[in-house]
């Protein structure tokens, strides 16, 4: 009998210390998830042009090696938002449509610059519902804007300069980013003078 208890508590010990052990693994993961999936918040933009410097034109290219004009005053006379994305980015496929819905509201022209490999990029724009936004590849605005987080967005003006740039991954923090283009100001002064009166 003695042995048979013995056997059983050695048993239970055993299975105890898998279970504190497969619970501890449990957590990191948990936790390792939550840092790649938590919103990253505003970052300092360390490199590259700033806000206040015009963007100097340049040609980009679509997947399909189309080219297209980026930078300097625009022809429509609209604002622009580039948000600079990857294929291995989850935060830029959350953010995406976020961009999209901001930018349609305030008039914009959205535009994806696709860091990475062009496979890859190809392979992103099949699997991600873009809406009709272009998505360029183009070393020469990445090396020019020196993008160190994803997804980075930098907002045009109508001549080009731009107006803001940081990382960005939420509606507010997009908003606040749009909220500096020279027109986004008077829509938010007759919002407040309205709720004045």
């Given at each position: 009998?003695l042995?048979?208890?013995?056997?059983?508590?050695?048993?239970?010990?055993v299975?105890?210390?898998?279970?504190?052990?497969?619970?501890?693994?449990?957590?990191?993961?948990?936790?390792?998830?939550?840092?790649?999936?938590?919103?990253?918040?505003?970052?300092?933009?360390?490199?590259?042009?700033?806000?206040?410097?015009?963007?100097?034109?340049?040609?980009?290219?679509?997947?399909?090696?189309?080219?297209?004009?980026?930078?300097?005053?625009?022809?429509?006379?609209?604002?622009?938002?580039?948000?600079?994305?990857?294929?291995?980015?989850?935060?830029?496929?959350?953010a995406?449509?976020?961009?999209?819905?901001?930018?349609q509201?305030?008039?914009?022209?959205?535009?994806?610059?696709?860091?990475?490999?062009?496979?890859?990029?190809?392979?992103?724009?099949?699997?991600?519902?873009?809406?009709?936004?272009?998505?360029?590849?183009?070393?020469?605005?990445?090396?020019?804007?020196?993008?160190?987080?994803?997804?980075?967005?930098?907002?045009l003006?109508?001549?080009?300069?731009?107006?803001?740039?940081?990382?960005?991954?939420?509606?507010?923090?997009i908003?606040?980013?749009?909220?500096?283009?020279?027109?986004?100001?008077?829509?938010?002064?007759?919002?407040?003078?309205?709720?004045?009166?």
């Open positions: 009998m042995i048979i208890l013995t056997v059983s508590t050695l048993l239970l010990t299975f105890t210390l898998g279970l504190a052990l497969g619970v501890f693994v449990l957590a990191r993961q948990i936790g390792v998830l939550h840092e790649r999936l938590a919103p990253i918040g505003v970052q300092p933009v360390l490199s590259g042009l700033q806000a206040g410097q015009a963007l100097p034109q340049v040609t980009a290219r679509t997947l399909a090696d189309a080219p297209v004009a980026i930078g300097g005053a625009s022809a429509a006379g609209r604002a622009m938002m580039l948000m600079f994305v990857s294929a291995d980015c989850p935060v830029c496929k959350r995406l449509p976020v961009a999209r819905a901001v930018a509201e305030h008039g914009l022209d959205l535009v994806l610059i696709g860091e990475g490999d062009v496979a890859a990029l190809s392979a992103m724009a099949q699997r991600t519902p873009l809406g009709g936004v272009p998505l360029l590849v183009s070393m020469e605005l990445l090396l020019l804007m020196q993008i160190g987080r994803l997804p980075t967005l930098v907002v003006d109508a001549r080009g300069v731009i107006t803001a740039r940081d990382v960005a991954s939420s509606r507010r923090e908003e606040s980013l749009v909220a500096t283009l020279p027109q986004a100001r008077p829509a938010q002064m007759k919002e407040t003078s309205h709720v004045a009166v």
